[in-house]
C-alpha cells in the first residue's frame, strides 16, 4: 500500500520568527496527528512569538534552538537529526532566514542545521507583502529553487502589518497536503481523474430544495489522494464547506442535471472515474418562482426522477475503470453487487449509513470492496484519506490486472 501518512517517518520543522509562528503550532499537531516523529528547530526570534514548551509538549522532544546548547539537543544533535530526517518544513520562512539559506550563512541552529540536510526541504515564506516582492527576497528565492528546494508560495489576503497582498502563510492542512505529495510515489502520473462529490440540491421554490447531508468529504480526500500522486484531477462536486484541494481543477454544481452534464463532457477524457457524490434520485416536477407560503393544509409535492448518472456513465465508458459508492440502511451486499453489474462498474465502495464514525460527515469510514470478478474486501475504520489512498492502490491494481 502507498503511504498515506507519515508513519516511521523524520520529520523536522523548523520555525522563524515572524507572526505566522502561531500557525506552526496547529501543523506540528497535524504532523503528529499522522504518525510523524517530529523534531522542532526554533530561531531566537521565533521564541518571541511562540514558547519552546508548546512545541515540546506536542512532539514530546526537546526543542533545539542554541546552537551551542549542552544537551543531546545541541550541535552534535542537530547534525545528526539531518542526517536523519525524511523531510524537511520551514513554516513560517523570514526574509532573514531566505537570505541565509541562498547564501549559505550558519550562525544559529536553524542555519547550520540547513547546511546538513540532504533530505527534501519544503520552505513556506511568509512577511510583509512589500518584503516578499522586494527584489533581494525574490533573488534569494530563485537561488534556493535553483539549489533544489521545494518553496510553497504564499497566500494572498489582510496581512497582520495591514498591507494587502501574498504574504500570507497556507493554512497548516495545505502544508500537511503538499509534505504528503512530497513523498508519496508518482504512480498515476500521466493518469486524468475524475472524481465526484458532495451532494446535489434540487429547488422546491427560491428558498427550500431537496438534498441530502454529504459534505464532500470522502471525494474530495479521493481528489487530493489522485493529486499526491501525480494525476490530473477533475472535481466536480455539489455545494460543500471544503477548502478545495491543491492543484485540482474544480467544477462547481446544484443540480443533478449540471452534475450529469459536467461529468458527461469531462469523462471522455479520463482514464479512471470515481463516483462518490450523493445525487438525489428525485426533484419536483415543478419549481414555484416564489416562495411557497405556509397554510393550514399539507403541502404535497409532486417528483419525478433525475438522470442515473452512473448508469449512464457505465453505458458509455470505453476502456475506463470505473468506481461506484454505495451508501445504505441495509441489504449492504445485496445493494452494492446490484449496482455493480446494473451500472457496469469495475469496483464499488459500500458502507453503511447511521454510525456515527462512518458515512456521511464523519472523518472516518468504515466499508466493503466489491470488485466485478467476484472479490470483496472488508475495510477496518480508517480516515477517510487512508481510504482514498488505499482506494487508488486497488484502483492501480486493477489497471496492472488489465495489462
Known amino acids: 500500500m502507498v503511504p498515506h501518512d507519515l508513519e516511521g517517518k523524520n520529520i523536522v ?18 504532523l503528529v496527528k499522522l504518525g510523524g516523529d517530529l523534531r522542532v528547530i526554533m530561531t531566537a526570534n521565533a521564541r518571541n512569538f511562540v514558547g519552546p514548551m508548546t512545541f515540546e509538549a506536542l512532539s514530546r522532544k526537546k526543542v533545539c534552538y542554541d546552537l551551542f546548547s549542552d544537551n543531546e539537543e545541541g550541535t552534535i544533535g542537530h547534525i545528526q537529526w539531518a542526517q536523519e530526517a525524511d523531510a524537511v518544513i520551514v513554516a513560517p520562512a523570514t526574509a532573514n532566514f531566505l537570505a541565509k539559506l541562498a547564501c549559505g550563512i550558519a550562525d544559529d541552529a536553524l542555519s547550520t542545521f540547513m547546511l546538513a540536510v540532504t533530505c527534501p526541504v519544503i520552505i513556506c515564506p511568509s512577511m510583509n507583502t512589500d518584503m516578499f516582492n522586494s527584489r533581494p527576497v525574490q533573488r534569494n528565492l530563485d537561488v534556493i529553487k535553483k539549489d533544489g528546494h521545494l518553496v510553497v508560495e504564499p497566500q494572498a489576503g489582510e496581512l497582520a502589518c495591514g498591507t494587502t497582498g501574498p504574504g500570507r502563510l497556507p493554512e497548516p492542512r495545505f502544508i500537511v497536503d503538499y509534505l504528503v505529495g512530497v513523498m508519496s510515489p508518482k504512480d498515476f502520473r500521466g493518469k486524468n481523474i475524475l472524481v465526484t462529490a458532495g451532494p446535489t440540491r434540487e429547488a422546491i421554490d427560491p428558498v427550500r430544495y431537496i438534498s441530502n447531508p454529504s459534505t464532500g468529504k470522502m471525494g474530495f480526500a479521493i481528489a487530493r489522494a489522485a493529486e499526491q500522486r501525480g494525476a490530473n ?68 409535492l409532486t417528483l419525478e426522477r433525475t438522470d442515473d448518472i452512473l ?18 440502511t441495509h441489504d449492504l451486499e445485496s445493494y452494492a453487487l446490484q449496482k455493480l453489474k446494473e451500472k457496469n462498474l469495475d469496483l464499488i465502495v459500500a458502507n453503511r449509513i447511521g454510525p456515527a464514525d462512518s458515512g456521511f460527515a464523519s472523518d472516518t469510514n468504515k466499508a466493503v470492496l466489491f470488485f466485478r470478478d467476484g472479490k470483496k474486501e472488508n475495510l477496518e475504520l480508517m480516515s477517510k484519506d487512508k481510504m482514498a489512498h488505499l482506494l487508488l492502490d486497488r484502483i492501480a491494481a486493477l489497471q496492472q490486472e488489465a495489462k
Not at 509562528?21 to 501543523?27: F, T
Not at 481543477?249 to 463516483?275: G, P
Request: hydrophobic share 45%.
Open 13 to 30: 520543522l523548523g520555525v522563524c520568527g515572524g507572526i505566522a509562528a502561531y500557525k506552526s503550532v496547529e501543523l506540528l499537531r497535524l
Open 311 to 328: 448508469r449512464e456513465v457505465g453505458r458509455r465508458k470505453a476502456g475506463q475503470v470505473l468506481v461506484g459508492f454505495a451508501a445504505e
Open 233 to 300: 484531477v477533475m472535481l466536480v462536486t455539489g455545494p460543500t464547506e471544503l477548502p478545495p484541494p491543491a492543484n485540482v481543477r474544480i467544477t462547481r454544481v446544484e443540480t443533478a442535471a449540471q452534475m450529469a452534464e459536467a461529468v458527461l463532457d469531462f469523462m471522455e477524457h479520463a482514464d479512471i472515474i470515481i463516483k462518490t457524490a450523493a445525487v438525489s434520485d428525485y426533484r419536483p416536477c415543478s419549481v414555484s418562482e416564489r416562495k411557497l407560503k405556509k397554510n393550514e393544509r399539507n403541502l404535497d
